[in-house]
């Protein structure tokens, strides 16, 4: 695929074109321009004058209507968004067409409903001693778009996510500039198309393509024409663009990275517990920034859920490869590194011989790993691929310390038929997002969001809504 960018309501490929490398193989498939600083500039400017023209004048019956026919556009394409995602991704088909490309037309209808059912508030203000009038205030609260907004996506959910964002931002009534990851821009290149197929007006929406630091997602989070910036990503990049965005006090919203924790009590329905670590653990190649890492597990049921666990492991099939060869190398490495740690493999820990074209891509094995210490690199570092460590605990409250000893704090999931223990550790577990007994079932109307260096703010349902639009008080003497 030729991915474009989409720029005033009109594709270009301004900038030198780079290669797009299919995960599976490592072969190329596919080209984008890298978007040079005077595109970024004409996309910022496009979006300010889409905001002072026809798109800043849409009502919110408008907007929603915009936004419904955007996700008409994506479920009438619905076949070439799963191609596109599986091709940049290496991800399955079935993940892409029941995962990644409902949840893009579910983000763009959940917010047009949102916009209908916004409450706005008012209150009756009692002024004693006013002379004339009735000697009352009324106050009431309206919200404005926020201006131009950047929307930095990445390569693990490209889609997913990045409709996460734009639906919101949309609706709030935002002009967006949107860099997705240089790995994946093909779904956001049909996303342009279906945008500009249903008829937005030019400027409310555009696309740049290109590399982060000193390149187009630099000269986005930096330009002074932006109002706010959304960005999901790796922690690292999160500070350098904060560090960036200092320069002119720009709003932020951040989902960053993490090391979850699971903890598995020893009452839990264990084959429950097991399959759903294996589905944490494992599921798109451990590229989920939800997925679990760390998993601590009750002494009683410890050795029989390490060899469960293992056994998944070794035998799952139909895994797909890491993003990039430089991402298969930092995901090989940190099993080098557990096995000098003193780490125990209880499965994986290498690479998988296919027999077939996979064998010159870039898939790593599904891992477990046992008997490291808590302050062990591999336990406290973000790996980001299809592993996790195992360990035991004796209390209650050694599995909270346990859980909570991370400079993370994004989801982690909580194993147990125990109601009142539930309730009782759940809010105790110093993460944004806690499942019990399951594992990332979303509700789009919750907060979604993480703590410590795992973000900045909520998203989801009203709290994007919020985070895109600026509160006004209306005071009017009566």
């Known amino acids: 695929m030729k991915a474009e960018h989409y720029v005033g309501g009109a594709f270009r490929s301004d900038g030198e074109e780079f290669a797009l490398v299919d995960p599976v ?43 419904r026919r955007i996700a008409d556009g994506i479920e009438a394409r619905f076949e070439e968004f799963v191609d596109a995602e599986t091709a940049d991704t290496g991800k399955s088909r079935e993940l892409a067409a029941t995962v990644d490309v409902p949840r893009a037309i579910g983000n763009f209808r959940a917010y047009a409903d949102l916009l209908y059912g916004r409450p706005e508030r008012a209150y009756t203000t009692a002024v004693p001693g006013w002379s004339g009038g009735t000697g009352q205030a009324l106050n009431y609260t309206v919200r404005r778009p926020l201006g131009v907004v950047a929307i930095i996506s990445p390569w693990n959910l490209p889609l997913l996510l990045l409709t996460w964002k734009v639906a919101p931002a949309l ?64 922690s690292a990049t999160g500070a350098a663009i904060m560090r960036t965005a200092a320069d002119h006090v720009t709003p932020l919203s951040f989902e960053l990275g993490g090391k979850n924790p699971a903890i598995v009590f020893a ?30 597990v009750e002494r009683p ?40 740690e003193g780490a125990t493999v209880v499965a994986g820990g290498g690479v998988p011989v296919f027999g077939d074209r996979r064998d010159t891509g870039f898939h790593v094995e599904p891992t477990v790993l046992t008997g490291l210490p ?49 309730h009782r550790v759940a809010p105790r577990v110093e993460t944004g997002i806690v499942w019990v007994n399951c594992w990332n079932l979303r509700d789009l109307r919750t907060p979604f969001g993480g703590v410590k260096a795992s973000g900045i703010g909520r998203e989801g349902g009203e709290y994007s809504l919020d985070f895109f639009s600026e509160p006004v008080n209306v005071c009017i003497r009566i």
């Open 267 to 296: 009452d839990a329905d264990l084959d429950a517990a097991v399959a759903g670590t294996a589905r944490s653990s494992f599921t798109h190649s451990g590229q989920i920034c939800l997925c679990t890492e760390r998993v601590y």
């Open 374 to 422: 808590a302050t062990a690199r591999t336990v406290r570092e973000e790996i980001f691929g299809p592993v996790c460590h195992v360990a035991p605990f004796d209390s209650e409250e050694e599995a909270l310390r346990l859980a909570n000893d991370s400079p993370y704090g994004l989801a982690a999931t909580v194993w147990t038929r125990d109601l009142s223990r539930a």
């Open 25 to 67: 193989d490592g072969s190329e498939c596919g080209t984008a321009p890298e978007a040079t600083r005077e595109v970024v500039d004409e996309a910022v400017r496009a979006g300010r004058a889409a905001l002072e023209g026809a798109w800043g004048a849409a009502t919110a019956e408008e907007r929603a209507a915009a936004l």
């Open 171 to 234: 609706a709030a009534g935002n002009a967006v500039v949107a860099k997705p990851s240089e790995e994946t821009p093909s779904t956001a290149t049909l996303l342009a198309s279906v945008v500009h197929e249903a008829g937005l007006p030019a400027g409310a929406f555009n696309l740049v393509h290109g590399h982060g630091a000193g390149a187009a997602g630099e000269f986005l989070t930096g330009h002074p024409g932006v109002d706010a910036i959304a960005f999901t990503g790796e």
């Open 301 to 340: 049921v410890f050795d029989a859920f390490v060899a469960a666990l293992g056994e998944r492991a070794r035998t799952l099939t139909g895994y797909g490869p890491m993003i990039s060869a430089a991402h298969r190398d930092k995901v090989l490495s940190y099993y080098r590194l557990a096995r000098d």
